[in-house]
């Protein structure tokens, strides 16, 4: 059984997901490549959690090269910024909830919504909102009316023959009603009452 597992591991297949060539490691080959990635991991992490200790360090022998009153306003002040930062974030996730809820009632996508509270404010978000629905509307009503034109009428398709009644006339174009009441003259002054 255990030599099953080595044989799978020696087979092991590492796709790339960038040109999909196939790599085949060994067993040892695929550990060394996970230690190195490991070690490169955790040196990278290392060096970050070094460089906020070195910060928070710094900042500590600043505050104490500090008097009391100078020390505790540095610390106010520093307060005060994460509160602002927190509550910049809390707003902007608000934001984010009433734009996403807002293109949602307004039947455009919610993927929208980050874009738009870049802007910010509120009232600039819902003029935009507004000039894009209006955008959407428009190019919709275009792209309809586009597939509903007909060509014009060919080969003398515009003579009108038979009888016909006030609702078709009152369709009738101009020209279409010049060339009924030549065609049937009589009929053209029962329609009009002339």
Same mark, same amino acid.
């Given at each position: 059984?255990?030599?099953? %597992? ?11 997901? +960038? ?16 230690? @190195? ?6 040196? @990278?992490? =290392? ?9 928070? $360090?710094? +900042? ?8 009391? *009153? ?7 002040? *520093? ?29 455009? /996508? @919610? ?13 600039? $978000?819902?003029? %935009? ?10 190019? $919709?009503?275009? #792209?309809? =009316? ?5 060509? /014009?009428?060919?080969?003398?398709? @515009? ?5 016909? #009644? ?7 174009? *101009? *020209? ?8 049937? /003259?009589?009929?053209?002054? +029962? $329609?009009?009452?002339?």
């Amino acid at each position: 059984m255990a030599d099953e %597992v080595e044989t799978t591991n020696a087979n092991q297949v590492v796709e790339d997901n +960038q040109n999909d060539d196939k790599l085949t490691f060994t067993p040892k080959e695929f550990d060394s490549e996970v230690d @190195t990635r490991i070690a490169n991991a955790l040196a @990278t992490a =290392k060096e970050k959690w070094d460089e906020e200790k070195q910060a928070e $360090i710094n +900042q500590a022998e600043e505050l104490a090269k500090l008097s009391a *009153a100078d020390r505790k306003k540095a610390e106010d002040e *520093a307060r005060q910024k994460a509160l602002d930062e927190r509550e910049s974030a809390l707003n902007r996730r608000e934001l984010t909830v009433n734009v996403s809820s807002l293109l949602k009632e307004r039947e455009l /996508p @919610t993927d929208l919504a980050e874009s738009l509270v870049k802007l910010g404010n509120a009232d600039e $978000i819902s003029t %935009v909102v507004d000039s894009l629905q209006q955008a959407i509307q428009q190019g $919709i009503n275009d #792209g309809v =009316k586009d597939r509903l034109r007909q060509d /014009p009428p060919k080969n003398d398709a @515009t003579k009108i023959s038979g009888d016909i #009644g006030n609702v078709e006339f009152n369709a009738m174009t *101009a *020209a279409e009603r010049v060339a009924f009441s030549k065609s049937n /003259p009589e009929q053209f002054k +029962q $329609i009009t009452g002339e």
